[in-house]
């Protein structure tokens, strides 16, 4: 059975500072790993993707991923009020379909 | 990015009624869409993989003749959901993925209301 597990929170963080949103997964033969932010209401956008073991960047978002310790994590650089969402951890092994977690709540305070 | 398109946005229904759902690639060859369903607060559950041309594969303890899903061409997949109850109540969101890219992309969903 494929996990993905996430802290649901949820995480506050005050505006300027950085957020740390985790995710680790059970599945050794995991290869591709996604963050997808989901507003109240709204349906999934996809923020980061990442193969490689390592710091993937881009802008304020990094994602980190770590295969021998099965863990993947997002950094928010400078948080600003409109990060606050849920943030889901999505992992992929091969051709298979994409297994969720359950996501984690980031509120970012003015 | 990869635009996805869902149509209707929310609907209303009366129960035992049927209501289609139509996702749509906009600017790309969707060979794989995604339907998945989301109640509130709680974490987003596939209900079927189609690829165009070919029959859905649905998962475990979805009905698939509840859940009608035709993958017509690349660009185009549609949910039917037959006879509806007030249970189905739910967001309903597709996802799309190019040929050879592994990124899914969704829709912006469909709020469908059984009364």
């Known amino acids: 059975q494929k996990e993905v597990e996430q802290n649901s929170g949820p995480l506050s963080v005050p505006e300027g500072a950085i957020a740390s949103l985790n995710c680790t997964y059970s599945d050794r033969g995991s290869q591709s790993f996604f963050w997808y932010r989901q507003y109240s209401g709204k349906s999934p956008e996809l923020i980061m993707f990442?193969?490689?073991?390592g710091d993937k960047e881009d802008g304020r978002f990094t994602a980190q991923l770590n295969k021998a310790s099965q863990y993947v994590s997002l950094l928010i650089r400078d948080s600003q009020p409109s990060d606050s969402a849920t943030y889901l951890c999505a992992v992929r092994m091969g051709y298979s379909t994409l297994t969720f977690g359950k996501g984690t709540m980031l509120l970012v305070s003015p | 990015g990869a635009v996805v398109s869902q149509h209707p946005s929310w609907v209303i229904c009366k129960s035992g009624t049927s209501v289609k759902i139509e996702c749509r690639s906009l600017?790309?060859?969707?060979?794989?869409m995604f339907w998945y369903r989301q109640f509130p607060k709680q974490s987003l559950m596939l209900m079927a993989t189609?690829?165009?041309?070919?029959?859905?594969?649905?998962e475990q303890g979805v009905e698939k003749d509840k859940f009608l899903i035709n993958h017509a061409s690349l660009t185009l997949s549609t949910l039917t959901v037959t006879s509806a109850h007030p249970e189905d109540s739910s967001f309903y969101i597709c996802?799309?993925?190019?040929?050879?890219?592994?990124?899914?992309?969704f829709g912006p969903g469909t709020r469908l209301t059984v009364t």
């Open positions: 990442i193969y490689s073991n």
């Open positions: 996802s799309a993925e190019a040929g050879g890219q592994d990124e899914q992309y």
């Open positions: 600017d790309f060859q969707a060979t794989t």
């Open positions: 189609s690829n165009e041309g070919s029959k859905a594969t649905y």
